[in-house]
Nanobody, 116 residues
């Protein structure tokens, strides 16, 4: 299974971006899907997750600003990011669990920079 993120870029504070992550390869079923981020010099932190049932969870720092969603027909997870702040600047990584082998897969990351 390969995960490929897209949608990153440079945006001004208060702006919006929509990240996408497409899973491809030999896929039986994708279970939970997640977005992580890693800022310069920081650890990789969980930003948002969505179960196979569509139940979302968010880090406190992004609640009310970010929305995670998925389209299982396209094996794709999205992250809509609104009201972006400079502290949201990071590389954003997609993560997914595959059934039935319980393997965890990562994308290569996409850079998000929030700067005026």
């Amino acid at each position: 299974v390969q995960l490929v993120e897209s949608g990153g870029g440079v945006v001004q504070p208060g702006g919006s971006l929509r990240l996408s992550c497409v899973a491809s390869g030999t896929i039986f079923k994708i279970k939970s899907m997640r977005w992580y981020r890693q800022g310069l010099g920081n650890e990789r932190d969980l930003v948002a997750a969505i179960t196979s049932f569509g139940t979302p969870n968010y880090a406190d720092s992004v609640k009310g600003r970010f929305t995670i969603s998925r389209d299982d027909a396209k094996n794709t997870v999205y992250l809509q990011m609104n009201s972006l702040k400079p502290e949201d600047t990071a590389i954003y990584y997609c993560n997914a669990d595959h059934y039935p082998d319980d393997m965890e897969y990562w994308g290569q990351g996409t850079q998000v920079t929030v700067s005026s």
